[in-house]
């Protein structure tokens, strides 16, 4: 076959086996002996052979993801669980808190009034201390008038 010919019939395919690499094919049409035949017929045999182990290959490698996948989805019930569980322990939470926010408004409050009881107890003691003192200095003064 003249070469422009030869040209005209070679057919570009990609072979993922090898990454995308172009292999180049003659058309089967074209081909007019039987070692042109034959050779062809060897060449795509040999593509799906490799193209086989290939896609073996990649089903093999699936499996492992498979396998992971079916434990993830038989977890989902526990998923579920967990989340339902803590919604309700954010409510208790929050509810907590609310209280604890209430109860330390409380305790602020007690102290405040705590501190007023202080400096009203202070003064007490002041006006008591005074009033026992009063009549002393009121007879010293008598006293010394005199």
Do not use: W, Y
């Amino acid at each position: 076959m003249p070469p422009r010919l030869r040209a005209i019939s070679d057919v570009s395919t990609m072979n993922p086996s090898t990454n995308g690499s172009s292999t180049t094919h003659r058309d089967p049409r074209l081909l007019t002996t039987l070692p042109e035949i034959l050779s062809c017929l060897s060449e795509f045999q040999s593509e799906e052979t490799e193209l086989s182990n290939s896609l073996s290959a990649l089903l093999k490698d699936q499996e492992p993801v498979i396998v992971a996948l079916e434990r993830l989805q038989a977890l989902t019930p526990q998923f579920d669980e967990i989340i339902v569980d803590a919604q309700k322990l954010k409510t208790k939470v929050s509810v907590t808190a609310g209280t604890a926010k209430r109860v330390g408004s409380r305790v602020r409050s007690l102290d405040d009034e705590m501190g007023r009881v202080r400096e009203a107890s202070e003064h007490v003691g002041q006006v008591m201390d005074l009033k026992v003192r009063v009549p002393f200095s009121l007879d010293t003064i008598l006293i010394t008038a005199t």
